[in-house]
C-alpha cells in the first residue's frame, strides 16, 4: 500500500507518534535536555495541527491511544511545573526576595 494511512489506521499511526513524542518530552523534562525539549515541543504541535484535521471516527484502539496520550501529557505537564517551582524556589533563594521572579511582568510572559 503506497501512500499516507487513511481513516482510523492512519489516525492511530498519528496517535502512536504522539506518544513517543510525549516519552521524548518526558526524558527531555528528566535530563534537563533543552535541546530535545524543544524538538519534543515542536513535534507536539506538528502532530496536534495534523490531528485536528483528522476527520475519522474514533474507534476503541484509539480511544485506549488518546487516553495515554492525555495520561503522558498531563504527567509531562506536572513536571514541568514542579521543575519551574524549584526554579522559582532557587531564584528567590538566590536573591533572598520571594516573588522577585512572580510579579505582573513576569505572568504575562
Request: charged share 20%.
Amino acid at each position: 500500500m503506497s501512500g499516507p494511512m487513511t481513516g482510523a489506521a492512519g489516525l492511530a499511526a498519528k496517535l502512536r507518534q504522539m506518544l513517543a513524542v510525549l516519552e521524548d518530552e518526558r526524558q527531555a523534562l528528566a535530563g534537563l535536555d533543552v535541546d530535545a525539549l524543544v524538538l519534543a515541543t515542536s513535534g507536539k504541535q506538528n502532530l496536534c495541527d495534523s490531528l485536528e484535521t483528522q476527520r475519522t471516527a474514533v474507534d476503541a484502539e484509539c480511544r485506549g491511544l488518546l487516553e495515554a496520550a492525555r495520561h503522558q501529557n498531563e504527567v509531562n505537564r506536572r513536571l514541568r511545573n514542579l521543575l519551574a517551582a524549584n526554579v522559582a524556589a532557587r531564584l528567590d533563594a538566590l536573591t533572598q526576595s520571594p516573588g522577585l521572579y512572580s510579579g505582573p511582568a513576569m505572568r504575562q510572559a
